[in-house]
């Protein structure tokens, strides 16, 4: 299959960003995944530049600027809307677990960084595996549900994540996905368009 004619060009920015706590108490709320999935589609109303600069940003709750982001921004902003803080979640279980995430064989680092260990896909996969539920990756599209994380493989061994959707194709009946692939948050059939890597369920009840 050809490669995505946005990849080329967002490759040194991925490769930034891919290479380079315990859930809060309500987690489990059965109100989250409908707002979720919500914030995900709105998120696609938005102007945003792909852009994988790293940025200082406040802690918790911070952001980089409201007119760039990558994929895990669409990821970390649709559970912002939800009520969930990705950032300090995840600062907090690496500020405690460090060795069992990537940062330091992947980008060779000695302690977290609350400004960007969020906005990164293998950190985000350790992540969900921990507090959330890590789902058998399969092909039938049955099995993808609104609301759960899937991550991928890009061409150039670069990892991508989106969220699953409450609408599917007009074709094959697949469920679409809300993400960021270079062009903006983007809600696009491409479940099944390139290898998948995970697929988690979080939060869970």
Not at 69 to 75: L, P
Not at 80 to 101: C, P, T, W
Not at 137 to 161: C, F, M, Q, S
Request: charged letters at 20%; proline letters at 8%.
């Amino acid at each position: 299959m050809a490669p995505n004619p946005h990849l080329r060009s967002l490759l040194s920015s991925i490769a930034f960003l891919c290479l380079v706590s315990p859930a809060s108490s309500d987690a489990g709320s059965d109100d989250i995944v409908p707002s979720f999935i919500k914030a995900a589609k709105e998120r696609t109303t938005h102007d945003v530049t792909y852009d994988g600069s790293y940025f200082s940003i406040p802690y918790p709750g911070g952001d980089v600027p409201s007119n760039i982001g990558v994929c895990t921004d669409v990821v970390i902003r649709s559970f912002r809307q939800a009520g969930i803080d990705l950032q300090k979640n995840v600062h907090e279980d690496m500020s405690r677990n460090f060795h069992l995430y990537p940062s330091k064989r992947i980008w060779g680092l000695g302690k977290p960084d609350s400004n960007i260990d969020h906005r990164r896909v293998p950190n985000l996969r350790v992540f969900f595996e921990r507090f959330g539920v890590s789902l058998q990756v399969t092909t039938k599209a049955e099995d993808y549900l609104p609301g759960d994380l899937v991550t991928w493989r890009l061409p150039g061994n670069l990892p991508h994540i989106g969220i699953v959707i409450d609408e599917k194709s007009s074709e094959g009946n697949i469920p679409l996905i809300s993400h960021n692939i270079g062009n903006g948050p983007k809600i696009s059939n491409m479940l099944f368009d390139y290898p998948i890597t995970g697929h988690y369920r979080y939060p869970v009840n």
